[in-house]
Nanobody, 123 residues
Framework: QVQLVESGGGLVQPGGSLRLSCAASGSSLDNYAIGWFRQAPGKEREGVLCINKYNTIAMYVDSMKGRATISRDNAKNTVYLQMNSLKPEDTAVYYC????????????????WGQGTQVTVSS
């Protein structure tokens, strides 16, 4: 059973950057796809980016194209979400989630979730 813990969130000014981390324990992430999701107040949780076990990347939010990247460090059992040029509309709780092998943008497709980390973009 894999457990996920997100970190790296916080308050950042518009135009700033953040790198979120998703650290796993209990199991190696080698065979998992890891997705990053976000949920803004009053909105549904949506997929942002995912990286599968072959390091193929899928993006689910057009508004973050060119501003967000995902990477994984299997030696550290950690997946990262780098976000640049942040905007107020990026404010949300960001979650990482795991499922076997392949990516999906669907919330219900993931078996394991972290507790989330708050990202607030404001001046």
């Amino acid at each position: 059973q894999v457990q996920l813990v997100e970190s790296g969130g916080g308050l950042v000014q518009p135009g700033g950057s953040l790198r979120l981390s998703c650290a796993a324990s209990g199991s190696s992430l080698d065979n998992y796809a890891i997705g990053w999701f976000r949920q803004a107040p009053g909105k549904e949780r949506e997929g942002v980016l995912c990286i599968n076990k072959y390091n193929t990347i899928a993006m689910y939010v057009d508004s973050m194209k060119g501003r967000a990247t995902i990477s994984r460090d299997n030696a550290k059992n950690t997946v990262y979400l780098q976000m640049n040029s942040l905007k107020p509309e990026d404010t949300a709780v960001y979650y990482c989630a795991a499922r076997y092998y392949t990516c999906s943008g669907g919330v219900l497709s993931y078996n394991h979730w972290g507790q989330g980390t708050q990202v607030t973009v404001s001046s």
